[in-house]
């Protein structure tokens, strides 16, 4: 990753940020190796990933998209007219599963009228609006959605990246976060995906485990790597 050079009057703070990123990632990329994410077969299963994740592991998720699978469902015009009680026993396994099912049932809909591929062409902003609209889509399932599935370059901020840079002096909400990921790093949706699936890596490994004291970030505050 070859990190932005900033020039004004924000200069030191920016460049800052540059080289605590640039730090972060070459020591994730280094333990980890690529991680080639997110794990789905089309674009549309990605939007059914990021709607059934919420507050629940990836194995479950696994087990709900298998389910859909066998019945060959992955589709926004045969999810749109599944029976609603079917659906929700499909997705069960992933908890909050009435919740869940509606709100995939509505986003279904939503890309069965409008069409994948023309939602996908309108501008990134325009496209999270209109995501954002949606019942129980919020700024990261909004953002995965933009990343992962329609390619776009919008950097996604979940609970594992708010963590890790809180660890290591960096303490913002959601939007503050985005834009200083976003203003530092070259704006390529593979460097994106990438970074984005490092955290998550690094963040199952020690932080959701409780292994503080194994953390490797922790020197990367001022750019040491």
């Given at each position: 990753m070859i990190m932005k050079k900033s020039s004004g009057p924000t200069d030191k703070a920016d460049n800052m940020h540059a080289e605590m990123l640039?730090?972060?990632?070459?020591?994730?990329?280094r333990e980890f190796g690529s991680q080639q994410w997110w794990p789905a077969e089309t674009p549309f299963e990605v939007i059914v990933g990021a709607i059934l994740t919420q507050q629940t592991k990836w194995t479950n998720v696994e087990k709900a998209i298998d389910n859909l699978k066998q019945k060959n469902m992955i589709e926004a015009g045969k999810l749109a007219e599944i029976?609603?009680?079917?659906?929700?026993?499909?997705?069960?396994?992933?908890?909050?599963?009435?919740q869940k099912a509606s709100r995939l049932q509505e986003i279904s809909i939503y890309f069965d009228h409008h069409g994948e591929e023309a939602l996908f062409s309108l501008p990134t902003e325009k496209l999270r609006r209109l995501l954002l609209e949606l019942k129980g889509i919020g700024p990261e399932t909004a953002d995965s959605i933009l990343l992962y599935a329609a390619g776009k370059p919008c950097f996604v901020i979940d609970a594992y990246t708010t963590r890790i840079m809180r660890c290591i002096g960096i303490e913002s909400n959601y939007h503050q976060l985005q834009e200083m990921f976003e203003k530092n790093i070259p704006k390529?949706?593979?460097?994106?995906?990438?970074?984005?699936?490092?955290?998550?890596?690094?963040?199952?490994?020690?932080c959701a485990t409780k292994q503080c004291h194994k953390c490797l970030l922790k020197g990367n505050k001022d750019g040491q790597n």
């Open positions: 640039q730090s972060v990632y070459n020591t994730l990329i029976d609603l009680q079917e659906l929700e026993e499909d997705v069960r396994c992933t908890g909050f599963y009435r390529d949706v593979e460097m994106y995906k990438e970074y984005h699936a490092l955290i998550v890596e690094y963040a199952k490994r020690y």
